[in-house]
Protein backbone atom coordinates (compact mmCIF):
# COMPACT_ATOMS: atom_id res chain seq x y z
CA UNK A 1 0.00 0.00 0.00
CA UNK A 2 1.35 3.32 -1.12
CA UNK A 3 2.02 6.53 1.25
CA UNK A 4 -0.82 8.44 -0.78
CA UNK A 5 -3.55 6.48 0.37
CA UNK A 6 -6.12 8.16 2.21
CA UNK A 7 -9.36 8.23 3.49
CA UNK A 8 -12.38 11.03 4.21
CA UNK A 9 -14.46 10.55 7.74
CA UNK A 10 -16.97 12.75 7.67
CA UNK A 11 -17.51 13.52 11.50
CA UNK A 12 -21.13 14.04 12.22
CA UNK A 13 -21.89 16.79 15.14
CA UNK A 14 -18.95 15.99 17.34
CA UNK A 15 -20.04 19.02 19.68
CA UNK A 16 -23.39 17.59 20.39
CA UNK A 17 -23.02 13.59 20.04
CA UNK A 18 -19.65 12.20 22.23
CA UNK A 19 -21.04 10.81 25.08
CA UNK A 20 -18.93 8.45 26.89
CA UNK A 21 -15.81 9.92 24.29
CA UNK A 22 -17.21 8.31 21.33
CA UNK A 23 -14.26 10.74 19.74
CA UNK A 24 -12.09 7.84 20.68
CA UNK A 25 -13.20 5.41 17.92
CA UNK A 26 -11.99 8.35 15.70
CA UNK A 27 -8.62 8.09 17.56
CA UNK A 28 -8.54 4.38 17.03
CA UNK A 29 -9.14 4.74 13.19
CA UNK A 30 -6.87 6.88 12.57
CA UNK A 31 -3.69 5.75 14.25
CA UNK A 32 -4.53 2.28 12.61
CA UNK A 33 -4.76 4.04 9.62
CA UNK A 34 -1.72 5.73 10.15
CA UNK A 35 -0.09 2.95 11.08
CA UNK A 36 -0.43 1.44 7.64
CA UNK A 37 0.78 4.38 5.56
CA UNK A 38 -3.19 5.77 4.97
CA UNK A 39 -3.84 9.34 6.26
CA UNK A 40 -7.73 10.00 7.56
CA UNK A 41 -8.83 13.29 7.03
CA UNK A 42 -11.58 14.28 9.00
CA UNK A 43 -14.23 16.41 7.89
CA UNK A 44 -17.00 17.91 10.38
CA UNK A 45 -19.98 17.94 9.93
CA UNK A 46 -22.34 20.12 11.74
CA UNK A 47 -25.71 22.06 11.68
CA UNK A 48 -26.18 23.78 8.61
CA UNK A 49 -23.34 22.65 7.09
CA UNK A 50 -23.57 20.70 3.30
CA UNK A 51 -22.52 17.11 3.34
CA UNK A 52 -19.49 16.63 1.67
CA UNK A 53 -19.37 13.97 -1.62
CA UNK A 54 -16.62 12.94 -0.88
CA UNK A 55 -16.80 10.99 2.43
CA UNK A 56 -16.24 7.46 3.04
CA UNK A 57 -17.04 6.75 6.19
CA UNK A 58 -19.69 8.74 8.00
CA UNK A 59 -19.13 8.75 12.14
CA UNK A 60 -21.83 9.81 14.34
CA UNK A 61 -21.60 9.55 18.31
CA UNK A 62 -23.77 9.08 20.57
CA UNK A 63 -25.99 11.46 23.00
CA UNK A 64 -28.71 11.75 25.27
CA UNK A 65 -32.65 13.07 24.19
CA UNK A 66 -32.01 16.67 24.71
CA UNK A 67 -28.40 16.93 22.31
CA UNK A 68 -30.31 14.47 20.27
CA UNK A 69 -33.27 16.86 19.47
CA UNK A 70 -30.75 19.97 18.72
CA UNK A 71 -29.38 17.94 15.56
CA UNK A 72 -32.54 15.90 14.84
CA UNK A 73 -34.14 17.95 11.85
CA UNK A 74 -30.58 18.85 10.42
CA UNK A 75 -29.58 14.83 10.09
CA UNK A 76 -33.15 14.20 9.17
CA UNK A 77 -32.47 16.88 6.50
CA UNK A 78 -29.21 15.00 4.93
CA UNK A 79 -30.95 11.79 5.75
CA UNK A 80 -31.12 11.43 2.11
CA UNK A 81 -27.57 12.38 0.94
CA UNK A 82 -26.08 10.23 3.34
CA UNK A 83 -28.29 7.48 2.40
CA UNK A 84 -27.56 7.70 -1.37
CA UNK A 85 -23.91 7.60 -0.38
CA UNK A 86 -24.37 4.08 1.88
CA UNK A 87 -26.19 2.82 -1.37
CA UNK A 88 -22.82 3.84 -3.23
CA UNK A 89 -20.52 1.94 -1.01
CA UNK A 90 -19.54 4.47 1.57
CA UNK A 91 -19.53 3.00 5.07
CA UNK A 92 -20.44 4.22 8.57
CA UNK A 93 -20.27 4.12 11.99
CA UNK A 94 -23.05 5.31 14.17
CA UNK A 95 -23.13 4.96 17.88
CA UNK A 96 -26.16 4.86 20.55
CA UNK A 97 -28.24 8.38 20.28
CA UNK A 98 -26.47 8.63 16.63
CA UNK A 99 -27.67 5.25 15.89
CA UNK A 100 -31.18 5.61 16.50
CA UNK A 101 -31.23 9.11 14.51
CA UNK A 102 -30.01 7.17 11.40
CA UNK A 103 -33.26 5.48 11.79
CA UNK A 104 -36.61 6.14 10.52
CA UNK A 105 -37.49 7.94 13.93
CA UNK A 106 -36.61 8.28 17.67
CA UNK A 107 -39.09 8.90 20.34
CA UNK A 108 -37.61 9.90 23.19
CA UNK A 109 -38.49 9.60 27.06
CA UNK A 110 -40.92 12.81 26.99
CA UNK A 111 -43.01 10.87 24.49
CA UNK A 112 -41.81 13.89 21.70
CA UNK A 113 -41.20 11.84 18.11
CA UNK A 114 -37.98 13.11 16.32
CA UNK A 115 -37.24 12.35 12.95
CA UNK A 116 -34.36 10.02 11.89
CA UNK A 117 -32.55 10.11 8.98
CA UNK A 118 -34.09 7.26 7.49
CA UNK A 119 -30.70 5.39 6.47
CA UNK A 120 -31.18 2.49 8.67
CA UNK A 121 -34.17 -0.05 8.39
CA UNK A 122 -35.57 0.30 11.91
CA UNK A 123 -36.98 3.17 14.62
CA UNK A 124 -36.63 3.04 18.41
CA UNK A 125 -39.07 3.83 21.42
CA UNK A 126 -37.89 4.88 24.38
CA UNK A 127 -38.41 2.70 27.46
CA UNK A 128 -38.85 2.68 31.40
CA UNK A 129 -36.28 1.33 32.16
CA UNK A 130 -32.72 2.28 30.77
CA UNK A 131 -30.42 -0.72 29.86
CA UNK A 132 -27.11 -0.45 31.38
CA UNK A 133 -23.61 -2.53 31.45
CA UNK A 134 -21.14 -4.23 29.51
CA UNK A 135 -22.23 -6.22 26.52
CA UNK A 136 -20.71 -8.74 24.63
CA UNK A 137 -21.87 -10.00 20.80
CA UNK A 138 -21.41 -12.30 18.02
CA UNK A 139 -20.61 -10.66 14.74
CA UNK A 140 -20.81 -12.17 11.38
CA UNK A 141 -20.23 -9.55 9.42
CA UNK A 142 -18.52 -11.58 6.70
CA UNK A 143 -19.83 -14.87 5.82
CA UNK A 144 -18.52 -17.96 7.80
CA UNK A 145 -16.50 -15.26 9.78
CA UNK A 146 -17.78 -15.16 13.24
CA UNK A 147 -16.21 -12.46 16.02
CA UNK A 148 -16.67 -11.10 18.98
CA UNK A 149 -17.70 -7.51 19.86
CA UNK A 150 -17.14 -6.33 23.41
CA UNK A 151 -18.29 -2.94 24.62
CA UNK A 152 -20.99 -1.25 26.94
CA UNK A 153 -24.48 0.35 26.80
CA UNK A 154 -26.82 3.09 28.34
CA UNK A 155 -30.06 3.37 27.02
CA UNK A 156 -32.96 4.04 27.41
CA UNK A 157 -34.30 3.36 23.40
CA UNK A 158 -35.55 0.66 22.54
CA UNK A 159 -34.65 -0.18 18.69
CA UNK A 160 -36.96 -2.67 16.29
CA UNK A 161 -35.12 -3.51 13.27
CA UNK A 162 -37.56 -3.90 9.84
CA UNK A 163 -37.94 -7.65 8.92
CA UNK A 164 -35.01 -8.82 7.18
CA UNK A 165 -32.76 -6.15 8.12
CA UNK A 166 -29.60 -7.46 9.06
CA UNK A 167 -28.11 -6.50 13.06
CA UNK A 168 -24.51 -5.74 13.46
CA UNK A 169 -24.35 -9.09 16.23
CA UNK A 170 -26.12 -11.24 18.31
CA UNK A 171 -26.14 -10.66 22.53
CA UNK A 172 -24.10 -13.31 23.96
CA UNK A 173 -24.55 -11.13 27.35
CA UNK A 174 -26.05 -7.96 27.45
CA UNK A 175 -29.59 -6.52 26.23
CA UNK A 176 -29.10 -5.10 23.08
CA UNK A 177 -31.16 -3.27 20.40
CA UNK A 178 -34.44 -3.94 22.90
CA UNK A 179 -33.34 -6.27 25.64
CA UNK A 180 -35.98 -9.33 23.77
CA UNK A 181 -34.77 -9.63 20.49
CA UNK A 182 -31.64 -11.03 21.26
CA UNK A 183 -30.19 -9.29 18.42
CA UNK A 184 -27.70 -5.83 18.05
CA UNK A 185 -27.26 -3.29 16.37
CA UNK A 186 -27.85 -3.05 12.21
CA UNK A 187 -25.39 -3.30 9.11
CA UNK A 188 -26.51 -2.19 5.90
CA UNK A 189 -24.00 -2.57 3.62
CA UNK A 190 -20.82 0.02 4.46
CA UNK A 191 -23.07 1.51 7.19
CA UNK A 192 -22.98 -0.12 11.10
CA UNK A 193 -25.23 0.93 13.59
CA UNK A 194 -24.61 0.14 17.75
CA UNK A 195 -25.88 0.78 21.04
CA UNK A 196 -21.99 -0.28 21.88
CA UNK A 197 -19.96 2.63 23.91
CA UNK A 198 -16.15 2.38 25.37
CA UNK A 199 -15.82 3.97 23.20
CA UNK A 200 -16.20 0.98 20.98
CA UNK A 201 -13.07 0.62 18.69
CA UNK A 202 -10.06 0.40 21.15
CA UNK A 203 -11.71 -2.91 22.14
CA UNK A 204 -12.56 -4.25 18.96
CA UNK A 205 -9.59 -3.78 16.83
CA UNK A 206 -10.60 -6.17 14.32
CA UNK A 207 -13.79 -4.13 14.31
CA UNK A 208 -11.60 -0.79 13.53
CA UNK A 209 -10.14 -2.66 10.67
CA UNK A 210 -13.27 -3.98 8.90
CA UNK A 211 -14.22 -0.10 8.35
CA UNK A 212 -10.97 0.79 7.28
CA UNK A 213 -11.28 -1.38 4.80
CA UNK A 214 -14.69 -0.43 4.11
CA UNK A 215 -14.13 3.14 3.69
CA UNK A 216 -10.14 2.28 1.37
CA UNK A 217 -12.50 -0.26 -1.00
CA UNK A 218 -15.18 2.62 -1.22
CA UNK A 219 -12.23 5.39 -2.60
CA UNK A 220 -10.27 3.15 -4.50
CA UNK A 221 -13.02 0.16 -5.79
CA UNK A 222 -10.56 -2.60 -4.75
CA UNK A 223 -10.16 -3.86 -1.36
CA UNK A 224 -7.38 -3.15 0.88
CA UNK A 225 -4.80 -5.85 2.36
CA UNK A 226 -4.11 -4.27 5.83
CA UNK A 227 -1.30 -5.38 7.38
CA UNK A 228 -1.26 -7.12 10.58
CA UNK A 229 -0.78 -4.85 14.07
CA UNK A 230 0.33 -6.72 16.82
CA UNK A 231 -2.77 -5.60 19.26
CA UNK A 232 -1.55 -7.03 22.40
CA UNK A 233 -2.97 -4.25 24.48
CA UNK A 234 -6.21 -4.09 22.56
CA UNK A 235 -6.78 -8.36 23.07
CA UNK A 236 -6.63 -7.50 26.63
CA UNK A 237 -8.86 -4.89 27.07
CA UNK A 238 -11.16 -6.95 24.52
CA UNK A 239 -10.78 -9.24 27.26
CA UNK A 240 -11.53 -7.63 30.13
CA UNK A 241 -14.63 -6.08 29.03
CA UNK A 242 -15.71 -9.40 27.62
CA UNK A 243 -15.19 -11.33 31.05
CA UNK A 244 -17.47 -8.59 32.27
CA UNK A 245 -20.12 -8.87 29.91
CA UNK A 246 -19.87 -12.52 30.59
CA UNK A 247 -19.90 -12.27 34.26
CA UNK A 248 -23.41 -10.25 34.18
CA UNK A 249 -25.08 -13.83 33.49
CA UNK A 250 -25.85 -15.05 30.48
CA UNK A 251 -28.49 -13.36 27.55
CA UNK A 252 -30.25 -9.98 29.55
N1 LIG B 1 -30.92 9.08 24.47
C1 LIG B 1 -30.74 7.76 24.04
C2 LIG B 1 -31.29 6.70 24.99
O1 LIG B 1 -31.22 6.83 26.20
C3 LIG B 1 -29.28 7.52 23.71
C4 LIG B 1 -28.36 7.50 24.89
C5 LIG B 1 -26.92 7.37 24.54
O2 LIG B 1 -26.45 7.80 23.47
N2 LIG B 1 -26.20 6.81 25.48
O3 LIG B 1 -31.80 5.73 24.50
Do not use: K
Not at 194 to 216: F, K, S, V
Not at 232 to 239: G, K, V
Amino acid sequence: MNAVERVVVGHLYPSYLNIYADRGNIAVLAARAAWRAVELDVVTIGPGDPTPLEVDLFYVGGGQDREQALIAPDLSARGPAIADAVAGGAAALAVCGGYQLLGRFYRGRDGEEMAGAGVLPLYTVAGERRMIGDVLLESELEPGVLRTVAGFENHAGRTILDDGAEPLGRVVSGFGNDGESGLEGCRLGRALGTYLHGPLLPRNPWLADWLLTQALSHRTGEVPVLEPLADELEAEAHEVSSARARSRGGRY
